[in-house]
């Protein structure tokens, strides 16, 4: 079992940046492909990024892609997400997620088997 605790979400102004990060502990975080997921009010969760096992292949939704940028350390057991140019839009709980059968990256959330408690982020406008 993979513990995942994510950090660094709170209030910004539109236009701003926040970095996330998740610190993954109990297992071989190096091995495994990370995503980023987020939850708005009365919405479902969706897929925000994902990275594969080494750091070489990212992938993004189409609503962050240019803004936001995921990145890992695996000497750390730690992912980012760097978020830029926000948006009242991006306001959600952000979950990161960890995919432990496997190192390829998916957009699917199902294919993840490891979730953290999320972090809250606020744009306001």
């Known amino acids: 079992q993979v513990q995942l605790v994510e950090s660094g979400g709170g209030l910004v102004q539109a236009g701003g940046s926040l970095r996330l990060s998740c610190a993954a502990s109990g297992g071989t975080f190096s091995r495994y492909a990370m995503g980023w997921f987020r939850q708005a009010p009365g919405l479902k969760r969706e897929f925000v990024a994902a990275i594969s096992w080494s750091g070489s292949r990212q992938y993004y939704a189409d609503s962050v892609k240019g803004r936001f940028t995921i990145s890992r350390d695996n000497a750390k057991n730690t992912v980012y997400l760097q978020m830029n140019s926000l948006k009242p839009e991006d306001t959600a709980v952000y979950y990161c997620?960890?995919?432990?059968?496997?190192?390829?990256?998916?957009?699917?959330?199902?294919?993840?088997?490891?979730w953290g408690q999320g972090t809250q982020v606020t744009v306001s406008s």
């Open positions: 997620a960890a995919r432990t059968d496997s190192g390829a990256y998916s957009y699917y959330d199902r294919a993840y088997d490891n």
